[in-house]
């Protein structure tokens, strides 16, 4: 079956520090992984998606994630960190082969300090 | 294009009363989905729908009906209402197979049942 673990519901950063959220998937065939965020009272958005091509991925905003196959990990980062970046990050993984689903973490929240 | 829109965006219901959730999408997307939103819980899938006609439950369908008469909407009947059903509910639709599998959010419904 397919699952996400995000380490951290809670992550806090100095405005201009290192963003590093992480996320580790389950998955029996191979991947799409995606990170979304949600601002207060917002919909959720597509920040960026892995789809087997490049493991580096870029999205909007500045983000980017890389997919690990041997660390079955898809960590999201993002150099400097921005007072509008506060917003709760989740991450997805596709559901089995043929399957429209997605299997959602269950998010961290990132607060950006002045 | 309008994207995917919901009614209403917030609610309130007595317990044991029903109500339909409105969720539409005007990008001609085969796969639609209700998702809930609780803190600490992520996204839960309720339902979703491959193509008009065609409805399956997802992770926590109890209490909760849905119906596809047309591709662009998909509504979510809540039969009587409990207070374990107040939540903040998302839809979301995807092209699917061709559109790599991302979802598109609405802006979402706050249901609260007292």
């Known amino acids: 079956a397919q699952s996400v673990t995000q380490l951290g519901s809670h992550v806090s950063v100095s405005e201009g520090a290192l963003v590093l959220l992480r996320c580790n998937y389950s998955?029996?065939?191979?991947?799409?992984l995606f990170w979304y965020v949600q601002y207060p009272n917002q919909g959720l958005q597509l920040l960026l998606k892995?789809?087997?091509?490049?493991?580096l991925v870029k999205g909007i905003n500045g983000f980017e994630a890389e997919f690990k196959k041997s660390e079955t990990s898809f960590h999201l980062t993002k150099p400097s960190a921005h007072m509008s970046d506060a917003a709760e990050y989740f991450c997805?993984?596709?559901?089995?082969?043929?399957?429209?689903?997605?299997?959602f973490g269950k998010g961290t929240k990132l607060s950006v300090i002045p | 294009n309008a994207g995917v829109t919901q009614t209403p965006k917030f609610q309130v219901l007595k317990t044991g009363q029903s109500m339909t959730l409105q969720c539409a999408q005007d990008?001609?997307?085969?796969?639609m989905s209700w998702y809930r939103q609780d803190p600490g819980m992520g996204l839960r899938l309720i339902h979703y729908?491959?193509?008009?006609?065609?409805?399956d439950q997802g992770e926590v369908p109890n209490g909760y009906n849905v119906s596809r008469s047309t591709t662009e909407d998909f509504p979510l009947r809540l039969l009587s209402a409990a207070p374990s059903q107040t939540s903040v509910y998302f839809c979301?639709?995807?092209?699917?197979?061709?559109?790599?599998?991302?979802?598109?959010f609405g802006p979402g419904t706050r249901l609260t049942v007292t």
């Open positions: 892995y789809t087997s091509a490049a493991t």
């Open positions: 998955s029996s065939v191979p991947p799409y």
């Open positions: 729908s491959v193509g008009a006609g065609i409805t």
């Open positions: 979301a639709s995807s092209y699917g197979t061709g559109g790599g599998y991302e979802q598109y």
């Open positions: 990008m001609n997307h085969e796969y």
């Open positions: 997805a993984v596709r559901g089995l082969k043929g399957s429209y689903q997605l299997t």
